[in-house]
């Protein structure tokens, strides 16, 4: 089985004033996400702005970045409920009402670099409920050793899909530092048969991927994760990143997962856009 790759153009915090290149308005996001695409990218995980380039759920900016993905090119789209800081985790949550191939489900609060990043357990459960009813897979979102209890408990409440995937989240400040150790132990922490990915935060973005890639996981590229290709060096855009991604799987001898090796991986229901 291939390795997924996830373009992630856009994440919740930097502007164009951190690095020029980050695609803010839906064209450039669906631009950035044909270029991943076309290096090998099956999945795009995509956070929206709305005119001053602040992250916002609003449900028309979300649907037209999907239609101007989903124009350009077949990648399985993946929504962040996490979408930014101090939006509220109710609006967050409709998200999931445009029906994505998947999304994201943050288990747990936390402190997420200067803000706080609200998950009541409650509101968690109801939309992982509601997920459930639309279809729409959830990406579980590991920054801590306690958010895997977390969302094993969700799954022994009949909340999650059999095929867990995960994404451990290594070097926000407030989660996991983005170190080897943390790494393996929270890799060998996971259940049998879940898929998962490292997102590895800022400098150690490629030396975590790497081993993420060695111990089995599979792989996230994009400026949500760094904006830098490497130190003092802001990359050009996210193509780079991602191939660099792509570079390093076919470096490590292992192959790219297709749209539908990875709408199989992940057990994904057919969807049309
Ligand atoms: N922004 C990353 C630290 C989400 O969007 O819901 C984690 C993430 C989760 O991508
Ligand atoms: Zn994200």
């Not at 997924?4 to 951190?18: C, F, I, M």
């Not at 992982?128 to 969700?154: F, N, S, W």
């Not at 996981?217 to 400026?223: H, K, S």
């Not at 130190?231 to 539908?260: C, Q």
Request: net charge negative.
């Amino acid at each position: 089985m291939g390795v997924v790759l996830t373009v992630a153009p856009t994440g919740p915090v930097a502007t164009k004033a951190d690095n020029s290149a980050l695609p803010t308005t839906p064209q450039e996001i669906a631009a950035a996400v044909l270029e991943a695409y076309e290096l090998g990218a099956a999945v795009a995980h995509i956070h929206v702005r709305d005119h001053e380039e602040r992250p916002t759920a609003d449900l028309g900016i979300a649907r037209e970045a999907i239609a101007e993905i989903s124009a350009r090119c077949p990648i399985l789209i993946q929504l962040s409920t996490g979408v930014g800081m101090g939006v509220p985790f109710q609006e967050r949550a409709r998200l999931v009402e445009l029906r994505p191939e998947m999304a994201t489900l943050n288990p747990c609060s936390m402190t997420f670099g200067g803000g706080e990043f609200s998950n009541p357990p409650q509101s968690v459960r109801a939309l992982a409920a509601r997920m459930q009813e639309l279809g729409v897979k959830p990406e579980l979102e590991i920054y801590d050793t306690g958010h895997l209890d977390a969302c094993l408990r969700l799954r022994d409440e009949g909340l999650l899909p059999e095929k867990l995937q995960f994404s451990l989240v290594l070097g926000v400040a407030g989660g996991m530092a983005a170190t080897a150790e943390n790494l393996v132990t929270m890799a060998a922490r996971l259940p049998q048969d879940c898929v998962w990915q490292v997102v590895a935060i800022g400098r150690a973005n490629l030396r975590l991927s790497a081993m993420a890639l060695a111990l089995g996981g599979n792989v996230r590229a994009g400026l949500e994760d760094t904006l830098y290709l490497r130190k003092g060096e802001l990359s050009l855009g996210n193509a780079p990143l991602v191939a660099r991604a792509a570079a390093l799987v076919e470096a490590l001898d292992l192959s790219l997962a297709s749209i539908e090796e990875t709408r199989s991986l992940l057990e994904l229901p057919e969807r049309q856009r």
